[in-house]
């Protein structure tokens, strides 16, 4: 049983940790290379998808006796083969991360640029060249294909398969379709942005208490069942049968 626990316990933080990462999307610019891992990297979950797969089946096959038993491994090994493969690479994930920090800055800026009257395109590029970052190399094809001429609603719509820039596009596109004040659609998604912004770092700061928490917990639950209910039991035990 204790085998079962430890390949239950190792599986199971594995497609926790890959699952937490939502599903990669259509990239609208190459990734930036990371120090430390390059943008093909799959990262450990990926790499050794097969691997925590056969450990998560073994984990379910050992729980589940009986005839039930391969059929639960068979659905284990499964479901965490398919969380394991929607996991997002490192680099990506940095990348995004990136991006995302980088985003309310960059749109607090372009409504101003815009509210002083410079077109869309003029504007972008002079807060992408004043924010560099991640989120102005996701911007990158954005200024090149309106510096070009081309449908601005189309090119806006093309960003909302990217998970940071979706918003942007989303309102961008809205206010241009619908000839209303793009400056002032702009200013509401930055102040958005940024409480979104601020939510997620309370988040992430709430949650590295528990996160803390469980590595302890995995080093006291061994000794405190060794030291606090093995004694009691054998006492018992010995009571009983002596």
């Known amino acids: 049983m204790s085998l079962a626990v430890l390949a239950a316990a190792g599986a199971g933080a594995a497609v926790l940790l890959a699952g937490s990462a939502p599903p990669r999307a259509a990239a609208v610019a ?44 068979l659905a284990a090994a499964a479901a965490a083969w ?12 940095r990348a995004r991360l990136d991006a995302e920090a980088d985003l309310p800055a960059l749109v ?10 410079s077109p869309a395109a003029t ?15 996701r911007l990158a094809p954005v200024r090149a294909r309106l510096a070009l001429g081309v449908d601005p609603v ?3 719509e093309a960003l909302l398969p990217d998970p940071v820039l979706a918003p942007l596009g989303r309102t961008m596109a809205r206010a241009t379709r619908s000839g209303a004040s793009v400056a002032d659609a702009v200013d509401r998604l930055a102040v ?19 996160k803390a928490a469980i590595p302890l917990g995995v080093c006291l639950l061994p000794a405190f069942l060794l030291i606090g209910i093995v004694p ?10 002596g």
């Open 192 to 210: 958005d942005l940024a409480a979104a912004s601020r939510a997620r770092r309370e988040d992430h700061a709430r949650a590295v208490g528990v």
């Open 30 to 73: 190459p990734v930036p290379t990371v120090p430390g891992s390059t943008p093909s990297d799959p990262g450990p979950f990926r790499r050794w998808r097969w691997a925590w797969s056969l450990l998560t089946g073994v984990a379910a096959l050992l729980f589940v006796s009986g005839p039930a038993g391969p059929v639960a491994g």
């Open 108 to 117: 607090l800026l372009l409504a101003a640029a815009l509210r002083g009257g």
């Open 82 to 93: 398919v969380a394991l493969g929607r996991s997002e690479p490192p680099a990506a994930r």
């Open 232 to 241: 009691v039991v054998v006492g018992l035990f010995s009571t009983l049968t």
């Open 154 to 156: 189309a090119v806006w």
């Open 123 to 137: 504007a972008l590029g002079v807060c992408c060249a004043a924010l560099p970052g991640g989120a102005a190399e």
